[in-house]
């Protein structure tokens, strides 16, 4: 990252982390060649500021590549989250730490997503999701906010068993995520939900984007869930979203 007249500019894989290398960063410098990112070359390096990113995602990857669902609204008002919680894949806009502060750690893999987050008074730890550091019935309550979208399917059923083993008897796994169809011959390749998330009195407005490598649907989580133990209390399917709440007993 660069610094000129006090705007910070990032080169391409810096750019490419932004979208987790969903875009790589030899098509990152296609777009620059191509000018459908306005950038200049710094020390022979293409570099970008944020503006541009943000010009770039609305009128070129949203419009070229991305499957985008359009908007919906998850209103945490009314969900019961009690005792200590894991939130998977907890960085990034942190949601579930915005919503329960000190209650909650928060884990991700990727160091930048924790760092980036708001500060809610939550517990960061960078961990995968697939080998958790936690003693077996450590957590009252388990979350997974849109993070599974972003998890290759054949990596779910590990860490279902490991959320498992770490919940509490009598404790609950909550799932929020997006209904990912089959791409079929569709040559866009890029999933994208955006979403208005009510908190407490305040609206918080994000949006999720995947590469479009995947199905998911309600039956993708309660079957695998089942197969391990989990009771399933609570299915709702709304529009492109699904919420999910399963029991270890």
Same mark, same amino acid.
């Given at each position: 990252?660069? $610094? ?24 990152? $410098? ?10 200049? !070359? ?12 943000? =010009? @770039? ?9 991305? =499957? ?62 697939? $080998? ?13 906010? @849109? ?9 779910? !059923? ?28 569709? !040559? ?37 869930? !089942? ?23």
């Amino acid at each position: 990252m660069k $610094e000129i007249d006090k705007i910070q500019y990032l080169n391409v894989s810096e750019i490419s982390e932004i979208f987790h290398q969903k875009i790589t960063e030899n098509e990152i $410098e296609k777009y620059f060649e191509a000018g459908k990112i306005n950038g200049i !070359k710094i020390e022979n390096e293409w570099h970008t500021n944020q503006e541009a990113i943000d =010009y @770039f995602v609305k009128n070129v990857i949203l419009k070229e590549r991305t =499957y985008n669902v359009g908007l919906h609204t998850i209103d945490l008002s009314t969900i019961k989250l009690t005792g200590r919680i894991l939130d998977i894949g907890g960085g990034g806009q942190a949601i579930i730490g915005q919503f329960k502060g000190e209650q909650v750690v928060a884990i991700d893999p990727n160091r930048n997503e924790l760092e980036e987050a708001p500060d809610s008074k939550e517990l960061k730890v960078i961990m995968d999701a697939k $080998e958790l550091k936690f003693l077996d019935n450590t957590f009252n309550t388990v979350t997974a906010f @849109f993070t599974f979208m972003y998890i290759p399917v054949e990596d779910h !059923k590990i860490i279902f068993e490991e959320i498992h083993r770490v919940l509490k008897n009598g404790g609950d796994f909550v799932i929020w995520d997006a209904i990912m169809p089959v791409k079929g011959n569709d !040559k866009r390749d890029i999933f994208y939900i955006e979403l208005r998330v009510k908190i407490f009195d305040r609206i918080e407005e994000t949006g999720y984007g995947v590469s479009w490598d995947k199905e998911i649907n309600v039956d993708t989580f309660t079957n695998l869930a !089942k197969n391990i133990g989990f009771e399933t209390l609570e299915r709702k399917v709304d529009k492109d979203t699904i919420f999910i709440r399963f029991r270890k007993n």
